[in-house]
């Protein structure tokens, strides 16, 4: 009975984060107010206040949805066990485009709340939801570098927070160039690229301009040819 009861206020507060993300899409999130937000579900601003107190509120539950749905979709897409580790990161960095590309408002509000220089609710939550992120393509780094497929002496973690700067940077772009359309093929390019370049060494010592390879002796010399004598000059005695 009490879950019949309470599942009215779940679904009045689910329909406010999904006002809230909308609105975001188009206004900045620093701009809209908790009436904006009771106007566009046809409430009053009364009726919101039940539900959420002040608008840090309605904010911090907006980014823990999103973090939660974001890790069920991250788990949906990576079965781990003997996948390649290198696919199972692009299958997570493309889940996430596509969550993106379906919300492109709650992507403007996370920029927004990590930017923020006061801490809030909603700021923390993402913060440990990208640190959570970050541990967990670490691991598949390292798991690619244990088989070889990355350069083993790379630091794995600064490496995974490299692989997350590229795709927020490809993110970040889109919402400047209004269009979140080709992030997917950008994504791909661009780890393509950057695992291109952190492949491990090639076997062996490189070879030296000279033609030799670092800690090998030199060839033993060869016998020189003799040069031909040259004639006898005359005396001008004889």
């Not at 009053?44 to 840090?56: E, I």
């Not at 692009?90 to 590309?101: D, R, T």
């Not at 359309?181 to 791909?188: I, K, N, V, Y």
Request: charged share 20%.
């Amino acid at each position: 009975m009490a879950r019949a009861l309470s599942s009215p206020a779940a679904e009045r507060r689910a329909d406010a984060v999904r006002a809230l993300i909308e609105l975001a899409a188009s206004v900045s999130p620093d701009a809209i107010s908790t009436a904006a937000i009771a106007e566009r579900m046809g409430l009053s601003h009364g009726a919101l206040f039940r539900h959420f107190p002040c608008r840090d509120d309605l904010w911090a539950e907006t980014v823990r949805w999103a973090t939660e749905a974001l890790w069920q979709r991250f788990d949906a897409v990576d079965p781990g066990g003997l996948v390649h580790p290198l696919e199972r990161v692009e299958a997570i960095l493309l889940a996430h485009v596509g969550f993106v590309q379906e919300h492109p408002g709650l992507l403007r509000m996370l920029f927004a709340e990590l930017q923020r220089p006061e801490t809030s609710a909603a700021r923390e939550t993402g913060k440990a939801f990208m640190a959570r992120y970050r541990q967990r393509i670490t691991g598949l780094l390292q798991s690619a570098q244990e088989r070889r497929l990355l350069d083993p002496l790379l630091d794995a973690p600064e490496l995974a927070g490299q692989v997350l700067a590229v795709y927020q940077g490809l993110m970040l772009q889109g919402l400047i160039n209004g269009s979140l359309t080709d992030l997917p093929s950008r994504t791909r390019q661009a780890l393509a690229v950057l695992f291109r370049g952190l492949g491990p060494p090639t076997a062996g010592p490189a070879v030296t301009p000279g033609g030799s390879r670092p800690g090998t002796p030199p060839p033993p010399p060869g016998r020189r040819r003799r040069r031909p004598a040259k004639p006898p000059v005359d005396s001008p005695a004889d």
